[in-house]
C-alpha cells in the first residue's frame, strides 16, 4: 500500500508560482512512475504530468507546457509540481498519482491518489 500526500497549494495572483509536493511513504518510491492530474469545479479531471521512476523522462500536457515542471527526489520520497505563470484555469484541485512503472497520462491505470490540494488563481 502506498500512501500519497499533497501540499503547497494555496492562493496566488495571476503570474504567480507555487510548488506543489507528493510525499509518498512506499518503501521503493523510486519504482513508481509519478503523474499530476487536476480537477477544476464542474470540469472533469484532467492530466498535467509524468514522471517515470527515474525521473528521466517526463510528459506534459499541452496547457502546461513551458510553465509547469515535474520533477522528483527519490531519496526523500517526494514528487513536485513547479507551477509558473499562473492562470485563472489553473485553478483547481491538484492530485498526484502513482504506480509501479510508468502510467503516463492513464489516470485509469495510476492504482495510488492522493486526497489534493487546492490551488486557487486569482485574476
Known amino acids: 500500500q502506498v500512501r500519497l500526500v499533497e501540499s503547497g497549494g494555496g492562493l496566488v495572483q495571476a503570474g504567480g508560482s507555487l510548488r506543489l509536493s507528493c510525499a509518498a511513504s512506499a518503501l521503493i518510491f523510486g519504482a513508481y512512475g509519478v503523474g499530476w492530474f487536476r480537477q477544476a469545479p464542474g470540469k472533469e479531471r484532467e492530466f498535467v504530468a509524468s514522471?517515470?521512476?527515474?525521473?528521466?523522462?517526463?510528459d506534459y500536457a499541452d496547457s502546461a507546457k513551458g510553465r509547469f515542471t515535474i520533477s522528483r527526489d527519490n531519496a526523500k520520497n517526494t514528487a513536485y509540481l513547479q507551477l509558473n505563470s499562473l492562470k485563472p484555469e489553473d485553478t483547481a484541485v491538484y492530485y498526484c498519482?502513482?504506480?509501479?512503472?510508468?502510467?503516463?497520462?492513464?489516470?485509469?491505470?495510476?492504482?495510488?491518489w492522493g486526497q489534493g490540494t487546492q490551488v486557487t488563481v486569482s485574476s
Open positions: 514522471i517515470t521512476a527515474s525521473g528521466y523522462n517526463t
Open positions: 498519482a502513482a504506480d509501479v512503472g510508468y502510467r503516463g497520462s492513464r489516470a485509469e491505470l495510476y492504482a495510488y
